[in-house]
Each structure stands twice: as structure tokens, then as C-alpha cells.
């Protein structure tokens, strides 16, 4: 079982920047991928960023050069850093974390973008 706790979300302006923290209750290194997902009212969820235990990345195309992935194994964290935020990016986000099949969601956190 892994407990994952997002915080960080927020309402900003077009145009501003936020950053996305998930805690996991257990040491990354037992966690293949870790990554966020996103859902905005009347979608699907959708795939943000995912990071693998090796340091592999991979993003969404609608958030590539705006939004960083990073992965801390020693604070058993997993950060989201957001640039150049869009309306379009207004939605619950979650934390995901994938142990080698079996699959993990934080609670959500909501991000609120103004135009």
C-alpha cells in the first residue's frame, strides 16, 4: 500500500507559475514510475508528466517546454513545476505512482489558471 499526498495547487494568472509536490509513503526506489495526471471537468483524465526510476521523463505534448518533472528519492518526493500557465490547464491534478503493476492516485490538488 502507498499513501500519496499532493500540495501545491492554487488559482494563478495566465501566464504565472506553480509547483506541484506529491509525498509517497514509502522510498521511491520501490516505485518504477511516479507521475501526474490531470483531470478537467467533463474530461478524462489525462497523462501530464511521468518520471521512471531511472530519471526517464515523458510529457504530455500540450505541456512540453512549459512543465518539469523532477524526482526526489531521498525526500520520497515527486514534483511538478509549471511555467507559462494557460487557462487550458485548469484542472484536478493527481499524483500516480505505478509499483510494478500496481497503481496508486493521490487525492487530487486543484490548479485554477485565469485568463
Known amino acids: 500500500q502507498v499513501h500519496l499526498v499532493e500540495s501545491g495547487g492554487g488559482l494563478v494568472q495566465a501566464g504565472g507559475s506553480l509547483r506541484l509536490s506529491c509525498a509517497a509513503s514509502?522510498?521511491?526506489?520501490?516505485?518504477?514510475?511516479m507521475g501526474w495526471y490531470r483531470q478537467a471537468p467533463g474530461k478524462q483524465r489525462e497523462l501530464v508528466a511521468v518520471?521512471?526510476?531511472?530519471?526517464?521523463?515523458n510529457y504530455a505534448d500540450s505541456v512540453k517546454g512549459r512543465f518539469a518533472i523532477s524526482r526526489d528519492n531521498a525526500e520520497n518526493t515527486v514534483s511538478l513545476r509549471m511555467n507559462s500557465l494557460k487557462p487550458d490547464d485548469t484542472a484536478v491534478y493527481y499524483c500516480h505512482a505505478d509499483l510494478w503493476g500496481s497503481i496508486y492516485w493521490g487525492q487530487g490538488t486543484q490548479v485554477t489558471v485565469s485568463s
Open positions: 518520471v521512471t526510476n531511472d530519471g526517464s521523463t
Open positions: 514509502i522510498t521511491l526506489f520501490r516505485i518504477n514510475t
